[in-house]
């Protein structure tokens, strides 16, 4: 190994581990960036055309949303939660995220899953929305397959990303967010009311690296969104640029400890530090409640002032947003719908659309496995 770096990088370059790093970067970016492969086959028409399907699990109840091909979305059912249900996710809420799992811990998840049981009683709660939730979906639309969907919670603290991928394992469905790097591997439930609301989609998003470019040119949008529903009133605040970036599941949080006025001085210039709200989002059964708008107006004007409440009242028109009740969900099927007609990492033959045109005027069909 000493002799391969000492040809590789001479040893007045060794010490310099700044360059080194650098020069490594570089070469990581530049291999990342190299043309994607041709797909070795096109996807069918009744994959490519299927419907994007997404569900919303919010504190007492869960949404799900189709995104048709063509661009049609279809609000599909609001199924309230069961008591267990609702406890598990106030404690979530409440809980610090988890320790670091022991092997025996892993073990036991395993050996659940191959006993055909939910690997923790936790994912067997949420699975029992989800599977309710797929089950009204599928009964509204018989004719489509939906054995893959995106499911968007908030993220709550000790809500893992294994948690609900295994819940969604365990209701007999496959998720979108189960890929590695560059796509994401959860889709927040403010991520997805952005999304729902028009904002920060790539037009190019069939090709993975033009979509890239287009979201670093997107403006950026510090976005408070409000969540109100019967049981519960929370807030999220974030910077996005784009809907769907690739994104950790500590994301957001509902308390921020590095926000408070001692980290002033931590900032390049205290503009940096007053970022002025931009968009204002609203999500829950209970959000275009008459007077809950009026005193969410009213608060804005005393926190922002004449000219910035102006702005952002215009985000509280009922008539522009998205059902707050569903908007979510509508996110989540959006982004189950790009994907739905993107191969995963490879790039389809200019000849592939006009082969799913000829199929769909064949009527060739039936129901195929969403990959």
Not at 206 to 220: A, S, V
Request: aromatic share 10%; hydrophobic share 40%; charged share 20%.
């Amino acid at each position: 190994m000493s002799s391969m770096m000492a040809l590789l990088f001479p040893r007045w370059l060794r010490p310099n581990r700044l360059i080194l790093f650098a020069v490594l970067l570089s070469l990581g970016y530049a291999a990342y960036r190299c043309p994607m492969r041709e797909c070795s086959a096109c996807l069918p028409a009744v994959v490519h055309d299927a419907p994007g399907v997404g569900f919303d699990l919010t504190i007492s109840y869960g949404t799900s949303a189709v995104h048709m091909y063509g661009g049609s979305i279809v609000d599909i059912a609001k199924v309230p939660a069961n008591p267990d249900y609702i406890e598990l996710m106030l404690r979530l809420a409440h809980a610090p995220p988890p320790p670091p799992q022991s092997k025996y811990q892993r073990y036991l998840r395993w050996f659940n899953k191959k006993l055909g049981y939910p690997s923790t009683p936790d994912v067997g709660i949420l699975s029992s929305l989800i599977a309710d939730l797929y089950k009204a979906t599928q009964s509204a639309l018989p004719a489509y397959p939906m054995d893959r969907v995106v499911v968007t919670t908030p993220l709550l603290p000790a809500l893992t990303s294994e948690d609900l991928n295994d819940a969604i394992e365990y209701a007999g469905l496959r998720s979108w967010l189960a890929y590695s790097f560059p796509y994401p591997k959860i889709l927040s439930e403010s991520r997805a009311v952005f999304a729902a609301n028009g904002n920060g989609l790539c037009k190019t998003y069939k090709y993975l690296y033009e979509c890239q470019d287009e979201e670093q040119r997107m403006p950026g949008h510090s976005v408070y969104t409000i969540t109100f529903t019967r049981q519960a009133l929370y807030t999220t605040l974030d910077t996005f640029r784009s809907a769907f970036k690739y994104t950790s599941d500590t994301e957001i949080y509902l308390m921020d400890f590095n926000s408070g006025l001692d980290s002033l001085p931590t900032y390049t210039s205290p503009s940096d530090f007053w970022t002025p709200i931009t968009k204002l989002l609203l999500a829950g059964e209970s959000a275009t409640d008459a007077k809950f708008l009026d005193v969410l107006r009213d608060s804005l004007a005393e926190l922002v002032g004449p000219s910035a409440e102006t702005t952002l009242a215009a985000d509280l028109d009922a008539n522009k947003l998205a059902d707050p009740v569903f908007a979510a969900a509508r996110g989540a099927a959006l982004y189950a719908r790009r994907r739905q007609e993107t191969p995963q990492g490879c790039a389809e033959h200019e000849r592939c659309e006009a082969e799913r045109q000829w199929e769909r005027e064949r009527g060739a069909g039936g129901r195929e496995e969403l990959r």
